[in-house]
């Protein structure tokens, strides 16, 4: 059977620190909201949770690979990043399956997974900025 071909752009570390700099500042957003309990405040947080995990992929694929996915399915992103760390892929499913209800969706999310989105995203960016000294 022949792996998938996934959409894909080279680079290094530059490139990689870029990502992570863009998810670190999606990062600082949601955690703006991390506690505000008013209505959307946790669609919101976890939004910029989801952006913020999928730039952080991205730091980590472009630092230990030379490479990260340029498409539009985030899944195919995470399959990348498997080749770096399974969980870490695992991870950034993840947060995707929140991208449409977070950003899209017409009903509010919980405190809880707001918390796990935010852990997700924390672990991406640490092991992101452990890769690009």
Do not use: F
């Amino acid at each position: 059977m022949t792996p998938k071909k996934h959409r894909t752009s080279t680079g290094g570390a530059t490139e990689g620190r870029r990502r992570l700099r863009i998810a670190e500042q999606y990062l600082s957003l949601a955690e703006i909201l991390e506690n505000d309990p008013s209505d959307g405040a946790i669609n919101a947080c976890i939004g910029n949770c989801v952006l913020a995990g999928i730039a952080a992929a991205d730091a980590l694929c472009y630092a230990r690979l030379g490479e990260r996915y340029s498409g539009p399915d985030h899944n195919q992103a995470a399959d990348i990043l498997d080749r770096v760390d399974k969980e870490l892929g695992t991870m950034l499913r993840s947060l995707n399956r929140l991208k449409t209800k977070s950003q899209y969706g017409d009903e509010w999310l919980t405190d809880s997974t707001r918390k796990s989105a935010l852990r997700i995203t924390r672990t991406l960016i640490k092991e992101a900025r452990v890769s690009l000294p």
